[in-house]
């Protein structure tokens, strides 16, 4: 059955846990959507696994139209949301509605998602308003990563945390279907998603947020820069890829591939 926000936002109502992975072309879009996953997100960590970028911030408007189309032809029954990079709404609203309006119109995105509180309301309700579903992203927003300092949880103070409710209420009262709750503490995850009708969905932010994304090449063990500890690694295909290209050019080397059946 096709999800949409509706479904998502039901779930919460009815207690039923939410799972969203990433995707960024359409082969991997397909082995999620056929396993039942509930959110497929076209991340803008594409910029990093994908592309090889350090940071979420070189990703383009035009990067993230690509990666969407590729995974919008093989995602039936999942919800496509896609994130909005870098720059690309942070001016003022008009950007970023003309900015949500091309990733829905030429990528086939049924959602948008945008980083950050207080700052953007004005961006969200736009969107809103306009017919655009808008999921928001709190605590560790990878954009924000140089005003960070690094990669590291956010919301430990009881000021910043303050701050975090504060703009996640914001956020459901500007009309976002959903929040993402990145690497802050589980109480205060805990205590946000209580607060909230719509559902939160955790990465780095303890069990109990109303959903769980990672991204796909975190948890299949593919993606090997680095391991943040909220990733449980499901499968070790960095590995299985290396001894499967080493076997091949091995048997290239010594005449073993192709034999005969695999010859004309
Ligand atoms: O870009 C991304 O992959 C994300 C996460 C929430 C997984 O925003």
């Given amino acids: 059955m096709k999800k949409t926000i509706k479904t998502i936002q039901s779930m919460k109502k009815k207690g039923e846990k939410i799972s969203a992975l990433t995707a960024y072309e359409a082969l991997f879009a397909g082995f999620l959507d056929n396993s039942g996953i509930d959110i497929i997100l076209v991340g803008d960590s594409a910029g990093m696994i994908f592309g090889g970028q350090d940071t979420t911030i070189p990703i383009t408007m035009d990067d993230m139209i690509y990666h969407t ?15 909005m990079p870098f720059m690309s709404y942070q001016v003022n609203a008009e950007e970023a509605l003309r900015n949500a309006g091309r990733l829905m119109k030429e990528g086939g995105a049924e959602a948008v998602k945008m980083e950050g ?17 808008v999921m928001g992203h709190l605590g560790l927003t990878p954009q924000s990563v140089n005003q960070f300092g690094g990669f590291m949880t956010q919301g430990k103070s009881a000021a910043e945390a303050e701050t975090l ?36 969905i955790g990465i780095g932010a303890g069990v109990n947020t ?17 391991k943040p500890k ?17 076997a091949f050019a091995a048997d290239v080397k010594t005449g073993c591939f192709p034999n005969e059946e695999e010859s004309f």
């Fill in 165 to 200: 409710k504060n703009d996640a209420l914001a956020l459901q009262e500007a009309g976002v279907f959903a929040i993402v709750l990145e690497k802050i503490p589980a109480i205060l995850a805990k205590s946000i998603s209580k607060d909230l009708w719509i559902p939160t």
């Fill in 230 to 246: 909220f990733v449980r690694q499901y499968a070790q295909l960095a590995a299985e890829i290396k001894t499967s290209v080493s």
């Fill in 210 to 226: 109303d959903g769980q994304i990672l991204v796909t090449q975190d948890m299949l063990g593919m993606y090997e820069k680095f």
């Fill in 69 to 83: 189309k590729s995974v919008r032809r093989t995602v039936e029954e999942a919800l496509l949301v896609v994130d």
């Fill in 117 to 133: 509180g207080a700052r953007i309301l004005k961006q969200v309700k736009a969107c809103v308003e306009a017919g655009i579903p």
